[in-house]
């Protein structure tokens, strides 16, 4: 998609985004208990920028859940697509790459700092292993 979508998005706090390897993982709190809720990241084409860029955003359905407990819950996202696009898109002597991965909250607005998304072919994290550096973890949107 080129923009994000103005899909209905029902109330939720995000209240951690870290990625380790291909995978984003919310850590979220939201109302209800009474239903299963679903979620969807839609990610933006890229915009042209050193390194690219996307917009993400989690859209949220409770299914009119009637539930009024604070549920406390993680979902992760494979990023392994948008690697793959870029890989397509860009093809890179070193077989490594980039992309600065911009958060859009429920309001439309974005956090002012950017998670990146570092990865090579062979679907590593770079640089390699934990502990991770502070710019792939956003706490307390």
């Known amino acids: 998609m080129s923009t994000l979508p103005d899909w209905p998005n029902h109330y939720f ?4 985004v870290e990625i380790r390897g291909n995978v984003i993982t919310f850590k979220l709190s939201y109302p209800g208990g009474g239903r299963k809720h679903d ?3 839609v990610i933006t084409s890229f915009k042209e920028s050193y390194p690219l860029r996307v917009s993400a955003q989690l859209f949220h359905n409770n299914h009119n859940d009637p539930g009024d ?7 992760n996202f494979d ?3 948008l690697k793959e696009l870029y890989f397509e898109m860009y093809n890179t ?3 490594t790459g980039s ?7 429920i309001y439309g607005s ?3 700092a950017p998670l990146i998304y570092k990865f090579d072919e ?3 994290i770079l640089p390699p292993g934990p502990p991770l550096p502070p710019e792939y973890v956003r706490e307390n949107w």
């Open 13 to 16: 706090v995000m209240e951690r």
């Open 122 to 124: 062979e679907n590593q």
């Open 79 to 81: 990023l392994s697509p």
């Open 39 to 41: 979620f969807r990241l």
């Open 69 to 75: 407990a604070i549920v406390t819950d993680t979902r």
């Open 93 to 95: 002597a070193k077989g």
């Open 110 to 112: 974005q956090d002012s």
């Open 99 to 105: 992309v600065l991965i911009d958060i859009i909250d």
